[in-house]
Each structure stands twice: as C-alpha cells, then as structure tokens.
C-alpha cells in the first residue's frame, strides 16, 4: 500500500488508541518506519544520477520488504519508539500493532505491474530466511482496490480530526495542525451529515 495510506492509517489507529500527542506520533511513526528499508531507492538513482550508469534499482530490490518487514525490525524499531513514550507498554503495543497492520496492508496491495511481480512479506529476515509469505491475489500498488482503502481511510481521518480536535498534520508540525483542523471544523459546520 501507499507510504500515504500506511501513515494516515497509523494516524487513525493512534487516535483510537490514546489522547496523548507524543504517544499518538510514535504510533504514528511505527506504521511508516517498516518502509525506510526501501530507501535504497535514492542511492539507486543516485548512481544513475551523478555517474551516468544505468538505473537498475539493485539496492532497493534488495532491501525493500527484507530489512524492516519482519519480526526482527518490529522489534528494534517498536521498542526503540516506545522508549520515548509517556505510557511505554500500552505505547509498544500499538506500535507493534500498526508495524504489523503494515505488513498486512503490502500483503494485500503492493504488486507490481504484472502479475507475478508479488511482493512476499519475509517475516523473520532479515535473521532467517523462513517462512515467507504471499497472497497470489495481491492487488497491484495503483490498483483500485488500494485507491478505494486509501479513500476510506482517509476520510475516516477527517472524521476523527474533527472528533478529536487534531489530525495526522500534528505529525509535522502543531501549527499546521491546528489550522488544518480549524480549516475541517468549518466545512464540517457547513456540512452537518458529515458530523
Ligand atoms: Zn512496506
């Protein structure tokens, strides 16, 4: 799925989960992290880039869905987040629940164009190489079927900003937040089914 789904989607979860800020951010955060291992990307067409060699995209091939997609890096990358949290347990918990709503949401859409190029989430990589999994029915990245999630979610995330007073722009920046949310409040007063 989208890096924009997993991180509204991680958003939504830690609203439901807590009222805390921090805590809600780190949640956040561990819906999103898992996909840093395909930063490879950028060195990538880094290479292409500054030395004229072609783009292959050797390292994020080879990293992408193997360094942060298992156990292993829920984890380290789990534990590492809590550790800055206001309630650490109850915070680690969600974490690991959205790391792993993570995995879930690319077993389900992140093929590529065709359809063999399915993308299996490694669970135990990268320590060892088993089990792997994979759906044969996985949706493609820009399929309909993610665009339709992607817009549930989405608005399900108005809705909640409204609710709640703030919204996944809190993750950036607290000013933004609150005119974003003012912004929501007033088409929601104009609205009022949407409330
Ligand atoms: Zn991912």
């Given at each position: 799925?989208?890096?924009?789904?997993?991180?509204?989607?991680s958003?939504?979860?830690g609203?439901?989960?807590?009222?805390?800020?921090r805590d809600r951010k780190l949640i956040t955060l561990a819906g999103i992290l898992p996909d840093v291992d395909?930063l490879?990307?950028?060195?990538?067409?880094?290479?292409?880039?500054?030395?004229?060699?072609?783009?292959?995209?050797?390292?994020?091939?080879?990293?992408?869905?193997?360094l942060c997609h298992g156990w292993p890096a829920a984890l380290v990358i789990c534990g590492f987040l809590a550790w800055f949290a206001n309630l650490r347990l109850r915070t680690f918990g969600f974490c690991l629940l959205t790391f792993h709503?993570h995995?879930?949401?690319?077993?389900?859409?992140?093929?590529?164009?065709?359809?063999?190029?399915?993308?299996?989430?490694?669970?135990?990589?990268p320590?060892?190489?088993?089990?792997?999994?994979?759906?044969?029915?996985?949706?493609?990245?820009?399929?309909?079927?993610?665009?339709?999630?992607?817009?549930?979610?989405?608005?399900?995330?108005?809705?909640?900003?409204?609710?709640?007073?703030?919204?996944?722009?809190?993750v950036?920046?607290?000013?933004?937040?609150?005119?974003?949310?003012?912004?929501?409040?007033?088409?929601?007063?104009?609205?009022?089914?949407?409330?």
């Open positions: 799925m989208s890096p924009a789904a997993h991180f509204i989607g958003w939504l979860v609203s439901l989960a807590t009222k805390n800020p395909g490879g990307m950028v060195v990538d067409v880094a290479k292409g880039v500054f030395f004229d060699a072609p783009t292959t995209y050797q390292y994020y091939h080879k990293f992408h869905h193997i709503l995995l879930l949401c690319d077993l389900l859409g992140s093929r590529g164009p065709s359809p063999a190029d399915l993308w299996p989430i490694c669970y135990s990589e320590l060892f190489r088993h089990p792997i999994w994979f759906w044969k029915g996985q949706w493609r990245l820009d399929g309909w079927q993610n665009f339709i999630v992607f817009v549930i979610i989405f608005f399900s995330a108005l809705w909640q900003s409204v609710r709640l007073g703030n919204s996944f722009v809190e950036f920046s607290r000013k933004a937040d609150e005119i974003f949310v003012r912004v929501l409040k007033k088409w929601s007063a104009a609205f009022p089914f949407a409330r």
